[in-house]
């Protein structure tokens, strides 16, 4: 603006009452000095964007604020994003965060989001992360089935293996037969190239290659290694594909980002979760189009479609929250939704459902009164949303309704909608927040089931006690607060700050929606810097302590700050704000607290390098499912809630094993903790014998045996407490037994029947009856000696015997009719 005014001064012709608008000279002279201007404004914004600003950058840490907010920590000069940014943490990248304040070391990020599920309300625990990146908003993708590009890979199958179609009616031959070919490959790739192409002939035995426009029904021809080929999938342009190449997932996501016009990229076939975590490369096409298509061909399409930020449309179920009454619910969004959100959504669905888009096979009468009608829904709400006072008006509408829901939902759906340290699980965020966990303790309930009301309560003592695992790495160290009033240079207060209010001087008042964050970072020579609405005001500080209370006042910049520390926790100082120009008149109120946070330890790795301390690389979590809301899900699970006998349910999930363990047991919170500590006990070997292994052993030496007789349990029912668990306890408990100079081994006495009939004594002439009577539904544990002494009094071998012989020693281990149920 001063530019302008400068240029607008010092240049009589810029005045229109000066010369006439018709003139040449002036059009002229308004031509360079716009120009001359836009170049000024151009270079002065490469400037800063590129030299004042971070676009990304590392943190050491994250803290949990609120429901809606964290604290994003750096180390030493790393830099901050700039207040008022869109930023990504690469490691939580569902979440867009708006930057509120960035200051002394630290960044306060907000997320708008209100969804009940993982997606939106950041869990207590999901914000123990560590260290990771963050970077500005690039936007992130959603999975979508089917192609955004109009490629084809093009898919060969046989006519018939041993006849060609040469000679056959109906077929055209398309130029000379093409001789000196290594493969059918090559045949096939002559006939990509060539337009028209779409069958050909292969004699193997002469090295032969002809091209056909189409492929016939019945080849007859039985020569010189005679084969015919057609294309399953006809070849069509790339249509939108702007760039292709291997990639691996995280790789293709980065890159589409980075891509100027990129709107999604798709692949071919599965990417399972094992091959993007191992970061497995895979043929990838990057679209400028946003709009999935349907391919032909034997191969299933798979998309991510870039967008500014997606969400689940976690709208409360009822008629009050669906289209015509929630204009959100009408463009497909969530109430969370932001301006760019639902301008992508009213472009994208009035292309998509104008009624002059439908096709002429399909424009009946009914079927354009349908469009209208939804294409007027879209346009309507598109046009509430538009304008300010009204989306504020439904807003509010929507959020007194949504709270209402959520009441009459915490007494009677869900048990665990006020929780704090459990997250609420749904099918939309189900898969997404697993893989942050290094292990989850997951309950699947029904609501109304008394005894899974009981397991809650179990649940909170169980999160309470084995906590996130902060202690096992090497968390962030905190200093013992100061109980003295003492300033160091260096020292960070972070808090708030509230206009035209004075509640925050209470002791123990708390941060509300709409304060200002602030940060005081001490100077040396009794001065402050006040970091306030993106601005770094230098105060004068001075500290008095009239009547036995110290107090702190910091001057400067029109305002006066006046405030005492608390008496039971000194680490808060709060107090008033008072304007110079309006002396004895308080306009404002601050409350800032002493941050005595400091990086965590780092210590060298085995390669030399600086690692964090602590073997825990991820936290552990606590969720809940619903199953009497999501029951279809919870039976994919393995949790039916048509058989409430299986409920409670409480799963110990490892996402990076890839296995997960079931307790059934009472609803006791130190049963939980038990099972909980033994289940994420580290595993070790456990060995499969057979027939043959067992003679082999019972021919060495002897050595002393855990060994786990175990029925085939591939299709045992979920009822049996131990069928599927006995063996993952016997795995973690080999390394202890391996101390003791015991070995662990298990046989399926499905497959060894005779031998396990053996090893329990067993007479031949019982056989599987036998094993009936003596094991239990899932089998038995026993400690039994292996091997024979091989030191006779003359040296020599003892004889051998066929098959497995009974040992000399074995003891059964477990009581099968106390301990079906419990923890191992």
């Known amino acids: 603006k001063k530019r302008f005014r400068l240029l607008w001064l010092a240049t009589p012709a810029l005045q229109f009452q000066t010369l006439p608008y018709s003139t040449c000279p002036f059009m002229a002279v308004l031509v360079v000095y716009a120009v001359l201007l836009l170049l000024i404004c151009c270079i002065e914004r490469v400037a800063c964007v590129d030299g004042g600003q971070a676009v990304e950058g590392n943190y050491s840490a994250l803290e949990h604020m609120d429901v809606r907010r964290i604290m994003m920590r750096v180390a030493g000069a790393a830099p901050l994003p700039p207040a008022d ?109 060539y337009a028209g192409c779409t069958a050909i002939d292969w004699f193997s035995s002469t090295k032969w290659c002809t091209l056909y426009d189409k492929a016939c029904s019945n080849p007859e021809r039985n020569h010189d290694g005679a084969s015919s080929w057609t294309i399953s999938a006809a070849p069509r342009a790339n249509e939108g594909v702007i760039e292709e190449g291997e990639y691996a997932f995280l790789d293709a996501k980065r890159h589409c980002q980075e891509l100027q016009f990129c709107n999604g990229f798709s692949y071919q076939g599965v990417w399972s979760d094992k091959d993007r975590s191992s970061g497995l490369p895979r043929k990838v096409y990057f679209s400028s189009d946003a709009n999935i298509g349907t391919k032909q061909g034997t191969q299933k399409w798979h998309s991510y479609i870039r967008k500014d930020n997606p969400r689940a449309n976690c709208n409360p179920e009822g008629s009050q929250f669906e289209c015509p009454a929630n204009p959100y619910a009408c463009l497909g969004l969530s109430i969370d939704a932001d301006d760019s959100a639902i301008k992508q959504s009213y472009r994208a669905l009035s292309k998509q459902f104008h009624p002059d888009k439908l096709a002429k096979s399909a424009r009946t009468e009914q079927a354009v009164k349908e469009a209208e009608r939804i294409f007027r829904d879209i346009s309507e709400s598109h046009e509430a949303l538009r304008d300010h006072r009204k989306r504020r008006q439904i807003d509010q509408k929507l959020r007194k309704q949504r709270k209402q829901w959520e009441q009459q939902k915490a007494s009677v759906q869900d048990l665990y909608i006020k929780e704090t340290l459990l997250t609420s699980l749904e099918p939309e965020s189900y898969p997404l927040l697993i893989p942050y966990a290094q292990e989850w303790l997951v309950h699947f309930f029904l609501p109304q089931n008394d005894d899974c009301k009981q397991m809650k309560m179990a649940m909170g003592r169980a999160a309470g006690e084995l906590g996130t695992g902060e202690e096992e790495r090497g968390a962030p160290r905190v200093r013992p607060t100061d109980r003295g009033v003492r300033f160091k240079q260096g020292d960070v207060f972070r808090g708030v700050l509230r206009e035209k209010s004075v509640s925050l001087r209470t002791e123990g008042a708390g941060m509300a929606e709409g304060d200002i964050h602030i940060a005081l970072l001490v100077l040396p020579d009794d001065r402050a810097t006040l970091f306030v609405s993106g601005e770094e005001l230098v105060m004068t500080m001075t500290v008095s302590s009239a009547d036995g209370r110290p107090l702190v006042v910091l ?124 289940a994420s006990r580290a595993s070790g070997e456990v060995l499969a014998l057979d027939t043959p292994a067992l003679v082999k052993l019972q021919a060495a030496p002897p050595t002393i045996w855990l060994l786990l007789l175990q029925l085939d349990t591939t299709k045992a029912s979920l009822d049996c407490a131990l069928c599927r668990s006995v063996l993952p306890a016997v795995r973690r408990t080999s390394p202890r037994l391996a101390a003791a100079q015991v070995q662990a081994g298990w046989v399926n006495c499905t497959a060894d029947a005779q031998s396990c009939a053996s090893l329990l004594g067993i007479p031949d002439d019982r056989g599987a009856d036998g094993l009936k009577e003596v094991l239990a539904e899932w089998g038995a544990l026993r400690l039994v000696e292996l091997g024979k002494n091989l030191t006779s009094p003359e040296g020599a071998a003892p004889p051998r015997q066929a098959g497995v012989v009974p040992p000399a020693l074995s003891f059964p281990l477990w009581d099968q009719q106390l301990l079906v149920g419990e923890p191992g």
């Open 555 to 678: 001057a400067g910049h029109g305002r006066t700050y006046q405030g005492r520390f608390d008496k039971a926790h000194p680490g808060w100082l709060r107090g008033t704000i008072e304007e110079v120009a309006k002396p004895g008149t308080d306009v404002a109120s601050f409350a800032v607290r002493r941050d005595t946070w400091e990086p965590p330890e780092q210590q060298p790795d085995a390669q030399g390098s600086v690692a964090q301390t602590g073997v825990r690389r991820k936290p552990r979590l606590f969720g809940a499912v619903n199953c009497g809301r999501f029951p279809d899900f919870c039976k994919r699970k393995g949790a039916d809630p048509s058989l409430p006998k299986r409920f409670p349910q409480l799963r110990m999930l490892f996402p990076d094993e890839v296995r997960f363990e079931i307790y059934r047991g009472r609803p006791l919170g130190r049963d939980v903790v038990a099972f909980a500590r033994e």
């Open 85 to 193: 940014e869109d930023i990504m943490l690469e490691e939580l990248e569902q979440w867009k965060w708006r930057v509120e304040m960035a200051a002394a070391g630290a960044a306060v990020l907000v997320t708008s989001s209100q969804c009940p599920h993982g997606l939106g309300l950041l869990p207590t625990t999901l914000t123990w992360q560590g260290g990771g990146r963050w970077r500005r908003w690039p936007g992130t993708f959603e999975y979508s089935s089917g192609s955004l590009v109009s490629v084809q890979v093009v898919a060969w199958e046989p006519i018939h293996r041993n006849r060609a179609c040469e000679g056959r009616p109906g077929i055209k031959q398309l130029g000379k037969e093409i001789v000196g070919l290594a493969g059918v490959e090559e045949c096939q790739t002559k006939c990509k190239e």
